[in-house]
């Protein structure tokens, strides 16, 4: 079901350069997609807006098929949508634990566990955390949120490629079991082929790169 759409969007910061000139993209549910693009190419700003966080300038964005700058934008960032931020976005004064129960009323704990964080890290202020340990903890308040949709911007750049690997099989665990849909932003093309489908941004535009697996047949 294709629970997220880019009609013909645009987006400029300024009114003069167009970073986003004519974006469609049809998102949906129990899908994993990879965005890839160079360096300010606009993949962190298309990010936001499909999170809702901003309104294109040009085009739509429908969530499920409504356009989503006539609907209740609070409502749908605070339940429809997790964000994991290029930069984290942790609450400072608190530990591993009370940033993941913002998102959930369910136990904190097995989710940072899952995410490979000790017991006294996760009881620990998160500022004392590595960059790597607070990049689990952003991926950990998404995870646990039951938004069906998983917006990630580069949740995995400051992580080992094996802990990278495996935080790219958790999230596909998301869209494939629990039947999400799971946006990832990555410069890595090879966490990117973990993905159903992946995306370039380029020059402003969207181009698929590859199909859904089970249409390739990989
Ligand atoms: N608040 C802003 N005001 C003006 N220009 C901005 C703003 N945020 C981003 N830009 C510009 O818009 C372009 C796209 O930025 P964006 O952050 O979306 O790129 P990106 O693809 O996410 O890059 P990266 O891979 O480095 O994170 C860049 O040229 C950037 O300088
Ligand atoms: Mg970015």
Not at 83 to 95: A, C, E, G, R, V
Request: aromatic share 6%.
């Amino acid at each position: 079901m294709c629970i997220l759409e880019g009609k013909g969007v645009q987006y400029s910061y300024d009114n003069k350069k167009k970073v986003l000139k004519d974006i469609h993209i049809q998102l949906e549910t129990s899908k994993m997609y990879a965005i890839l693009g160079p360096s300010g190419c606009g993949k962190t700003t298309l990010l936001s807006l499909l999170g809702g966080l901003d309104c294109p300038t040009g085009g739509q964005i429908l969530f499920k098929g409504k356009e989503l700058k006539k609907t209740d934008l609070s409502d749908y960032r605070k339940n429809h949508v997790a964000f994991i931020f290029q930069s984290y976005n942790l609450i400072d004064y608190m530990t591993a634990v009370e940033n993941v129960r913002l998102s959930t009323r369910l136990p904190a704990w097995p989710v940072l566990e899952k995410l490979g964080l000790t017991k006294e890290e996760a009881h620990r202020n998160v500022l004392k955390l590595s960059g790597g340990q607070q990049q689990r903890v952003a991926i950990a308040r998404a995870l646990a949120s039951e938004a069906p949709i998983i917006l990630a911007d580069e949740p995995t750049g400051n992580l080992d490629e094996d802990t990278a690997k495996g935080i790219f099989t958790i999230l596909q665990e998301s869209a494939h079991q629990l039947n999400k849909c799971v946006v990832i932003v990555t410069h890595s093309y090879e966490l990117a082929k973990q993905a159903d489908v992946i995306l370039q941004l380029k020059h402003g535009e969207v181009q698929m790169l590859t199909h859904f697996k089970q249409e390739s047949g990989n």
